[in-house]
């Protein structure tokens, strides 16, 4: 009797866990390249990898979730290395620029989450904190004026339990100022969806987003 009992309870809480998950579908755009997770296990990654010095696209993508959960999503800009520049000893060598927009819906077509200053985000790489490296003949990371700010992602930072109220705000910004390409405009983007990244469009180049969904 007690083991037909624990199969029933067992049965039960799996037919909550179905009947509670929802299929959404995602629309990111991202310069350059970016990874998604829900509740700190990864739903979708950027199809072009990073390495890839220009890779504009956007993805759409459909994933399954339990609401409320947490969205986090790691943006990177494309960077040779350390001193965050791309193009390094070409007449091109500059500090590249990031840009991050998404926007998530249920299976009605209802918007329920959207990239705006309501998404709370962590830079975990800086360079160069010097803008004057982008002009170095022989630029070296670490070195005057090639200096860079890196660490670890915080373990746990993209589920419920993290603690992100000393995290700074998303920056916005105007297509303008990110200039979007090559995917952008193929998506038709739900007016309240902004372009977001660190506070710095050149020197944020690893940018960690995340926002609690209800």
């Known amino acids: 009797m007690m083991n037909r009992n624990l199969a029933a309870v ?3 809480s799996i037919s909550v866990t179905a009947v509670g998950a929802e299929t959404f579908s995602a629309d990111v755009w991202a310069d350059n390249w970016f990874a998604m997770r829900i509740d700190g296990t990864q739903v979708a990654e950027d199809s072009v990898p990073i390495t890839t010095e220009r890779s504009f696209n956007k993805e ?3 994933f399954e979730a339990e609401r409320p959960f947490v969205l986090g999503v790691v943006a990177k800009d494309f960077k040779e290395n350390d001193t965050g520049l ?5 007449n091109r060598q500059q500090m590249g620029d990031g840009g991050l927009i998404l926007q998530i819906r249920d299976a009605a077509g ?3 989450a959207v990239s705006s200053a309501e998404w709370s985000c962590l830079v975990i790489h800086t360079a160069p904190l010097n803008k004057s490296c982008e002009s170095e003949k022989n630029p070296v990371a670490g070195d005057s004026p090639c200096t860079f700010e890196t660490e670890d992602e915080p373990e746990g930072w993209d589920t419920a339990s993290f603690d992100v109220s000393e995290w700074p705000q998303a920056d916005v910004y105007t297509a303008r100022e990110v200039s979007p390409k ?3 405009d193929e998506i038709s983007w739900d007016d309240n969806a902004e372009l977001i990244w660190g506070p710095d469009l050149e020197q944020s180049n690893t940018v960690l987003c995340r926002l609690n969904v209800n």
């Not at 791309?86 to 070409?90: C, F, N």
């Open 60 to 62: 759409s993508f459909s």
């Open 182 to 184: 090559d995917g952008y």
């Open 110 to 112: 209802k918007t329920v």
């Open 10 to 12: 067992l049965l039960c």
């Open 86 to 90: 791309e193009y390094i000893g070409t």
